[in-house]
């Protein structure tokens, strides 16, 4: 018998048809496994070369790159400052945080090592890649949930979105029962997520299991964050997973990610949409916040800030 997957939707279908069949596996999994999402592979490879090379510098020059005060937002966060919501371990990984380029007014500018060379050029392009591939995709979204077609525009126009350049080292042990990333769900509207060369991506199921997300190479895993899930009132689920540990000759290898956070403008104020309301499924917020409000508090949660 099959290990149960998620099905490869192809985003080059017709917007109607793709609307509805992401629209169901986020909300059975508040996940989808996208392809023919049209980024570069050379692109791609690049990048995840250049992640390797960056995450081989000296631990001296990687701290070089840390902005102090900023929970994280630009540059370098060392091995071990991150921590899931509610958890005593902190996760095993360092990252790298990319934001738009030019910032936008107001935002952070980007911190740009001088090795590996082509950082710079390799990661902007491929922010823009994402931001565009995500707009797409809330479109579909949009459809889905009987919005008009263009209706996350305005709320992702200027964003503060992020891309996040992950390092898991190789695992010699654990202490407290640590992990490469412990149970969480995501903060922004959605994730898009290029598929790891290393596995131990889950997402835990309704009925509690844990499932293994393992997407074809150059595919995208897009799943719900927790501002999206309180928009449509629990409609689209913000689905808790992790990465787990490796095991055996596994455990001796790093693994590299490469999330990118699309996240709404940060002066959009997180309302109920109207028609994710029923008398089965009241107004669980009926209490608005704004988008940087929200992530504020969830970044003093997660120990950025």
Known sequence: MQPEQLTVLSLAEAPARFAAAIGASFREYG??????????????????????????????????????????????????IEIAKGARAHDLKE????????????MAANVWPERPVGFRETFAALFHEFDRVGGVILDRIALDLGLPEDWFRPVVAGNNSVLRLLHYPPVAEAPGGAIRAGAHEDINLITLLLGAEESGLELLTRDGRWLAVSPPEGALVVNIGDMLQRLTNHVLPSTTHRVRNPTGERARFSRYSMPFFLHPRSDFRIETLPGCVTRENPDRHPQGITADDYLQQRLREIGLK
């Open 31 to 80: 996940f989808a496994v996208i392809g023919d999402h049209g980024i570069d592979p050379a692109l791609i490879a690049r990048a995840w070369r250049l992640t390797a090379e960056l995450f081989a510098l000296s631990e001296a020059e990687k701290r070089r790159h840390i902005v102090a005060g900023s929970g994280g937002a630009r540059g370098y966060t060392p091995f071990g």
């Open 95 to 106: 990252f790298w945080h990319v934001g738009r380029e030019p910032p936008a007014p107001g």
